[in-house]
């Protein structure tokens, strides 16, 4: 069966410092990726996905970016933290048509 | 554009029913609902396909309108663990969905 991981957790960040939230998935291979960030109380903002190894494409003009080294591997990062980046981010993966969620990395940036 | 989920919020008592409800101005391939508890990640519940038929989970059901571009959920004799916040998400046949703002049921006893 197919599993997803998210990691870290959760994670405080000071205004300004770098940012690298990890996903993997396993049992599957080639799945479509995606990073999505939940304000709180509200809803699920697509922020990037991937069709392919190096392939991503971006949903919204931030100052984050994503990158898939791997097939089954998915990156989220940030040079610089804005108050604003923080939220709940969650990767999922997909093959056909449904998309799964990992647990989420809570980020607080302080 | 994002669908529009009615009603915001509603409460329950355990046993009775419930209907949510997803309108999307855009024509649609595909409509997924989740569940959301509060500090976990969404669960998926089923998908419902342009052409397919209507779904059922256990006593969650769901409909397509395909022609009206719109979905609903319907949860009978609710029970305590059906409390969160349900998600709709709506595809066009792409790789893409995008999510409705969420409803937020609890389930009193």
């Known amino acids: 069966s197919q599993t997803i991981h998210q990691w870290p957790a959760t994670l405080v960040q000071p205004v300004g410092s770098p940012l690298s939230l990890e996903c993997t998935v396993e049992g599957t291979s080639n799945p479509n990726l995606y990073w999505y960030r939940q304000a709180a109380g509200r809803g699920l903002q697509l922020l990037f996905y991937s069709v392919g190894i190096g392939q991503i494409s971006s949903e919204v003009p931030q100052n984050l970016s994503a990158s898939r080294p791997q097939d089954r591997q998915f990156i989220l990062s940030s040079k610089k933290l804005l108050l604003s980046d923080s939220g709940f981010y969650l990767c999922a993966w997909s093959r056909t048509y449904e998309q799964y969620f990992g647990p989420g990395t809570r980020l607080t940036v302080t | 554009q994002q669908p529009v989920q009615s009603p915001q919020a509603v409460i329950l008592r355990e046993g009775e029913d419930a209907v949510i409800n997803c309108s999307s101005s855009k024509a649609l391939y595909s409509v997924h609902w989740y569940r959301q508890k509060h500090g976990e990640a969404p669960v998926f519940l089923m998908i419902?396909?342009?052409?397919?038929e209507q779904k059922g989970h256990e006593k969650i059901s769901a409909s397509f309108n395909e022609k009206k571009q719109q979905s609903s959920l319907y949860l009978t004799a609710s029970q305590l663990s059906y409390s969160g916040t349900y998600f709709c998400?709506?595809?066009?046949?792409?790789?893409?969905?995008?999510f409705g703002a969420g409803t937020i049921l609890r389930v009193k006893s």
């Open positions: 998400g709506t595809g066009d046949g792409g790789n893409k969905l995008v």
């Open positions: 419902l396909l342009k052409g397919g």
